[in-house]
């Protein structure tokens, strides 16, 4: 294989646009009054969602102080480092990977800032799963929707995962009421994010990424929804996965 064939082969599922999307507002990513707001309001549930699945699985106490102690996770499309950092925080070894190069600067920075260690990478998966790393926890946090070609995404995500492992997702389900609430209504009418943001036609639905996921060799644990609390400004886990979603999966031992 060509170095040129290996360089496409480790960025299959990088959309340049989108890459480029989230370049331009990397500074804003630690402003939760700035256009990622939604998303550190959104933090607390899918970190929650994380820890207390990841503690049934390793047998942990979620309560204790370090659940998550010396547990290996990759954040994959970590960003400015919003999800990554409180992981580390409850003990795991943190690998934060992102194709956009100012994202990375501004969570190294933060990081630091903090004295938290995260070790960060302007990688790709692909790259990474081709050196050969594997990692007890995978997550693909509100990922799935921005890339190419979503079952090679979720493919390469599964080979992540060592043998007894954990894969974490999180996305936006492909129907009207995402249409009117992730675009015409966070998009367009509150301004919770840039216009642009999110492509519907790229949205997932539950039983594609099952499907996915199943392909990758792991077999799906658990798919709860989470929606919005307009009274407290707050999001919570629910049976309805009409717009958002999350999902986790195990690969046997």
């Known amino acids: 294989m060509s170095a040129d064939t290996k360089a496409s082969t480790a960025n299959a599922s990088i959309d340049p ?6 370049e331009a507002i990397a500074a804003t990513w630690w402003a939760e009054d700035g256009p990622m707001g939604v998303l550190h309001r959104f933090n ?5 969602y994380i820890r207390d ?6 047998g942990r106490d979620p309560n204790g102080p370090y659940p998550l102690a010396d547990l290996t996770i990759v954040d994959v499309g970590c960003g400015g480092g919003v999800l990554s950092e409180p992981l580390a925080r409850l003990g795991a070894r943190v690998t934060g990977l992102d194709p956009a190069p100012t994202n990375i600067a501004v969570a190294r920075t933060h990081a630091e800032s903090e004295g938290v260690a995260v070790d960060y ?3 790709t998966i692909e790259s990474v799963v081709a050196g050969g790393e594997r990692f007890d926890i995978v997550l693909a946090m509100e990922v799935v929707e921005h890339v190419v070609d979503m079952p090679a995404f ?3 995500a599964c080979l992540a995962v060592k043998p007894g492992g954990l894969l974490f997702a999180a996305t936006l389900n492909r129907t009207m009421r995402s249409f009117a609430f992730a675009i ?4 367009y009418v509150l301004g919770w994010l840039p216009r642009g ?12 990424l099952a499907q996915a996921v ?3 060799g792991l077999h799906m644990t658990d798919t709860t929804g989470v929606v919005f609390n307009p009274l407290d400004q707050s999001w919570r886990a629910s049976r309805d996965t009409a717009v958002n979603y999350m999902v986790s999966a195990a690969r046997g031992t």
């Open 214 to 216: 199943e392909a990758g």
């Open 184 to 187: 015409v209504g966070a998009e």
């Open 154 to 156: 979720v493919r390469s």
């Open 197 to 208: 943001t999110h492509d519907w036609d790229k949205f997932v639905k539950p039983a594609e």
């Open 17 to 22: 646009q989108e890459v480029a999307r989230f």
């Open 44 to 48: 607390p549930v899918r970190l929650a």
């Open 53 to 58: 699945a990841a503690c049934r699985h390793f």
């Open 121 to 123: 990478r302007s990688q």
